[in-house]
């Protein structure tokens, strides 16, 4: 290959530790399908990633208009990796208006790499600089670094003698741009091209349009003195822990958590499930999964997705549902049954902004309070919570794990963020994974003793029966339910007898969770800081970086928010402050404060954004001043 | 518990649960027709699931000695959708009301029966709310003094029939609530059928809204205001069956058999199958206390069709997925794509 003679030229290269990339373009200009490749080279490569799509909520907005802004960001590097990037090292901008839409969370003197045949009269004016105002000539971006490369122009004549018509070689042009970057970055083609061979299987002349176009860009920058001033740079392989990996999002690995589960268990998956973003992935990738017995039922409505589930779950299936906020609202009368029938149920929430329809695009964790006590009656269940993509898929798997062992429903929180990043999952092996038993009732003779169908074993855990089982035959439902019979039951004392039972049997959950730990820095000190779910990756560096900065500080992550584990007390009481930052405002914080008659300090963003590790560093000196 | 060896009988299907119905109840009789129909199905106790929403008829689960779950308030059609998806081998029939079916379990009913689930559903209509003692329901007569109407029901009522058959229904039969022996056939029918069967029970509530269907039971007027199907036979009614409907083009007309202009070879031939014909039925909704010119209420199976379940259909698509071996665990973990470090 000819890569081998271009990577010998002797070039000034600069190691990095980590890069921040956003590719942003036009709807149309492939700006996900190239930031994905850039993505899987640099995992194929060993970098830890962390990738974040930003596209337009609707889904054929005006070419060339800032609404019209797709971006696809993501941050590689030597070390771990926890975010995409609190603002970004480097920008593609394929026109005018996606430059417009992103500068402001360009680095200053960050690198901005320009198609400036996306800068013509037409694309200043949709963008809303105007004709007259070129960016590129004003001194705009007289604090940055610009590389403009006239890449439609290059696409049209490295494909010249391709016979392909004008239009499908413009479409090459973001695969030139990749080429571009991956000779920046001094990365390897190989992955690249070993997708576009699979990819453009069956029509071998735009697999070999797309690779022409992307060893063309590789070409230029060798070829072009543009970056001889600057050079390349170099991001050394993580040092990742050996194994087999897969890239995956949060929503991905929430279904894959649940099929697994389901393996593990010897039982049927069930999905119950409405399309609503941004949890619709997951119905996606489990209606894909029917060759592991999967089945997904795309109900009429938020109601009969939780509903068709508890049928299911009767019918001895590991049974689930998936919704964001405000299917979780509908959802909450089914809950309240499943709570009360005391059968196993997994409940994904991915949370966005709300209230009502919101921000249904954007990030936020402000159903945390809705998941503990959004039901009628005293109605517990177990809530835990996810903190990173691949954190999805063992948040899912363990709520599957608590929902069957302790015949429950539990209710899984991810959210938005968490649900569209992707990063490398070490794929685990079978047999890592923790065990899931359901224990289901045996059949019975005619001359044994009635079947009690809510005697509980010594967690107040009752037996699932599956139906089918001869002896098993019970009748259950909403109504009160007298203890160990099932049968309907109005006697007050019973209801507060049966009352106390789930909420202790949910309690009881705390005995199997392990204690919370100290995720990074000191067993005592100053400032605890403790977070949940989505906001992990910023709280690590942001403590990271105050720990190098000589702080006495501390994170600690909570899995589990109901019941929380037992020692989270203690642990609390090892700092003289807790912070606790959320996006909401301040829903953990009021239930520490609730349960442990302490006050931490509170520290809101709910801007559909998630936090960035400056924001909570902040934080964390503002409250070491104050001590 | 059952002996797998032995017919079980109606008794066998009886639950140690008292019902706590008013004396007098509808409801008393369906139940009864119930158990007999399922012990001359030869069912098993143990392979059927009986789901049921909220409302006086919803309680059904309970007297029945099988499975059963009694659900929430218009959701027993979902309920037993999920359940009959997850184990299709099972018997799953479902007690609602014409509240729990058609108001608040609406959206759930059209969308059941268009999928087209093996179930066997029991729709009790006493076209008032029981149980919340007694306001007007969506198939309230309009003009009927309720709690919540006390100047008379404005809304306009649901057609039953109508409302399946024009969501895509398979099966939809109409029982008088005292017909028991036309009952227990018919739940039998309902069985057999593989697809939602509707079964639609006028059933009288002796306390909230007695005598709502006594147009059709008043053993005076019955013979002119109600029409029973039969396959293959003409549509004729009437105190010494001397009445036929005809039809005069897409116009279904009253003729007198007396007449002997009129022939019964002229008549409509009931054929369960055809599904225009059975709209047309649907559609002989007249209130006999509205006017004197009206066609017969219909009783019996309207209509039968012949469709794929959406259980089947699911569970053939999971077997092509599976022709070449079920996924294993390691398959799942590592998906399509992986590279390796180290």
Redesign the interface.
């Known amino acids: 290959m000819s890569d081998t003679t271009i990577l010998n030229r002797e070039d000034m290269v600069t190691a990095k530790n980590s890069v921040s990339v956003l590719f942003a373009g036009d709807s149309g200009d492939g700006m996900q399908l190239t930031g994905t490749q850039f993505a899987?080279t640099v995992?194929?490569y060993?970098s830890d990633l962390n990738t974040f799509p930003n596209f337009p909520s609707e889904i054929r907005p005006p070419a060339g208009t800032v609404a019209g802004v797709s971006g696809f960001q993501l941050q590689f590097g030597t070390s771990s990796v926890y975010t995409p990037g609190a603002k970004f090292d480097v920008m593609i901008a394929m026109n005018a208006a996606a430059l417009k839409a992103n500068l402001a969370n360009l680095h200053h003197g960050g690198i901005i790499i320009t198609d400036t045949d996306g800068f013509d009269a037409k694309n200043l004016k949709l963008s809303g600089y105007g004709e007259e105002n070129n960016p590129l000539r004003d001194g705009t971006l007289k604090d940055y670094t610009v590389f403009e490369i006239p890449v439609v122009s290059l696409t049209r004549t490295a494909l010249a003698e391709t016979g392909l018509s004008t239009k499908n070689i413009d479409r090459c042009k973001n695969m030139f741009v990749l080429g571009v970057l991956y000779w920046l970055y001094s990365l390897p083609l190989e992955t690249t091209i070993k997708t576009l061979k699979t990819k453009f299987a069956k029509k071998l002349d735009l697999a070999e349009a797309n690779i022409k176009a992307v060893t063309a860009g590789y070409n230029f920058g060798d070829e072009t003195e543009m970056f001889s001033q600057h050079g390349r740079f170099s991001v050394a392989?993580a040092d990742?822990?050996?194994?087999?990996?897969?890239?995956?999002t949060g929503n991905e690995a929430s279904a894959?958590g649940l099929?697994?589960a389901a393996?593990?268990a010897g039982l049927?998956l069930?999905l119950?499930s409405y399309p609503i973003t941004p949890a619709t992935e997951i119905l996606q990738t489990l209606a894909g999964?029917?060759?592991?017995?999967v089945?997904t039922?795309q109900?009429?409505?938020e109601?009969?997705g939780v509903?068709?589930?508890?049928?299911?779950?009767?019918?001895?299936?590991l049974?689930a549902t998936n919704t964001s906020g405000p299917g979780l609202a509908l959802k909450s009368?089914?809950l309240?049954?499943a709570v009360i029938?005391e059968i196993p149920l997994v409940i994904i929430n991915v949370m966005r902004g709300g209230p009502s329809t919101g921000l249904p695009t954007k990030p936020e964790q402000s159903d945390l309070l809705m998941a503990m006590y959004g039901r009628h009656g005293d109605a517990p269940m177990p809530v835990i919570a996810a903190k990173s993509p691949v954190d999805c898929f063992y948040a899912a798997y363990e709520a599957a794990k608590i929902a069957v062992e302790y015949m429950t429903p539990v209710l899984c929180l991810t959210d938005g963020y968490l649900a569209l990043s992707s990063e490398p999952m070490l794929?685990?092996?079978?047999d890592e994974l923790a065990s899931i038993t359901p224990v289901f009732s045996p059949a019975?003779?005619?001359d044994?003793p009635p079947y009690l169908p809510y005697k509980r074993d010594d967690r107040a855990v009752r037996p699932w029966?599956k139906?089918?089982?001869?002896?098993?035959?019970?009748?259950?439902?909403?109504?009160e339910k007298q203890h160990e019979t099932g049968?309907?039951s109005h006697d007050p004392a019973n209801h507060e007898l049966m009352t106390k039972l789930r909420a202790e049997k949910v309690a009881r959950v705390a005995d199997i969770i392990p204690d919370l730990t100290i995720d990074n820095g000191p067993e005592n000190g100053d400032v605890l800081v403790l977070g949940w779910g989505s906001t992990y990756g910023a709280i690590k560096k942001a403590v990271e970086q105050a720990l190098e900065g000589g702080c006495s500080v501390a994170h600690a992550h909570l899995r589990y928010i109901n019941p929380f584990p037992k020692n989270l007390g203690e642990v609390m009481g090892h700092y003289k402050k807790v912070l606790i930052p959320e996006n909401n405002c301040g829903q953990l914080l009021s239930m520490i404060r609730d349960k442990f008659l302490i006050e931490p300090v509170g520290f809101s963003k709910v801007q559909g954004l998630p936090f960035n590790e400056m924001e909570i560093e902040a934080k964390i000196t503002d409250i070491l001043k104050e001590l | 518990?059952?002996?797998?060896l032995a017919q079980l009988t109606a008794k066998d299907f009886t639950?140690n649960?008292e019902p706590k119905w008013c004396p007098g109840c509808g409801d008393f009789a369906v139940l009864q027709q119930l158990k007999n129909a399922m012990a001359d199905l030869g069912l098993?106790?143990?392979?059927v699931?009986?789901?049921?929403g909220?409302g006086c008829s919803s309680r059904l689960?309970?007297y029945?000695?099988?499975?059963?779950?009694?659900?929430?308030h218009g959701?027993a059609l979902?309920?037993?959708?999920?359940?009959?998806?997850?184990?299709p081998?099972?018997s799953v029939w479902v007690g609602t009301g014409d509240g729990d079916a058609l108001s608040i379990g609406g959206?759930?009913y059209?969308?059941t029966v268009r999928r087209n689930l093996d179930l066997n559903v029991i729709l009790f209509n006493n076209e008032i709310y029981g149980l919340t003692k007694g306001q007007y329901s969506p198939t309230s007569k309009v003009g009927l003094r309720t709690v919540t109407s006390p100047n008379g029901v404005v809304d306009h009522p649901i057609n039953t029939a109508a409302l399946t058959l024009g969501a895509g229904g398979t099966f939809f039969a109409r029982v008088m609530d005292r017909d028991g022996k036309i009952m227990r056939e018919i739940f039998k029918r309902a069985a057999e059928h593989k697809g939602t069967s509707l079964v639609e029970i006028y059933q009288n509530c002796p306390i909230f809204n007695d005598g709502a269907f006594e147009p059709f039971t008043d053993k005076d007027r019955k013979a002119d205001t109600t029409l029973y199907l039969e396959q293959g036979k003409p549509l004729v009614f009437g105190k010494n069956n001397d009445k036929g409907i005809r039809l005069d083009g897409f116009t279904p007309v009253i003729v007198d058999l007396g007449d002997s202009s009129v022939s019964q070879d002229d008549l409509w031939i009931h054929d369960e199958k055809d599904f225009i014909k059975a709209n047309m039925l649907a559609r002989f909704f007249d209130d006999p206390d509205a006017s004197e010119d009206f066609l017969p209420r219909p009783f019996g199976i309207f209509y039968v069709e012949d469709r794929y379940t959406y259980e089947s259909a699911?569970s053939a698509?999971?077997e092509?997925?599976?022709e070449n071996g079920?996924?294993t665990?390691?398959e799942?973990?590592?998906?399509s794509?992986?590279?390796?470090?180290?």
């Open positions: 899987n995992a194929v060993g392989p990742k822990k050996p194994g087999l990996y897969r890239r995956v894959i099929a697994a393996k593990k049927n069930f119950g999964l029917k060759k592991w017995g089945k039922f109900a009429e409505d109601i009969a509903l068709s589930s508890i049928g299911a779950a009767y019918g001895g299936a049974a009368e089914g309240g049954l029938l794929v685990p092996s079978p019975r003779k005619a044994d029966a139906p089918g089982t001869p002896g098993l035959e019970h009748r259950i439902g909403g109504l049968n309907v | 518990m059952t002996d797998t639950s649960q098993k106790t143990e392979e699931v009986v789901v049921s909220i689960p309970y029945i000695a099988t499975y059963g779950v009694h659900g929430i959701r979902a309920m037993a959708s999920g359940l009959k998806t997850a184990r081998e099972l959206n759930h059209i969308h699911l698509q999971i092509k997925a599976q079920e996924g665990l390691e799942l973990l590592a998906g794509n992986t590279w390796t470090i180290g």
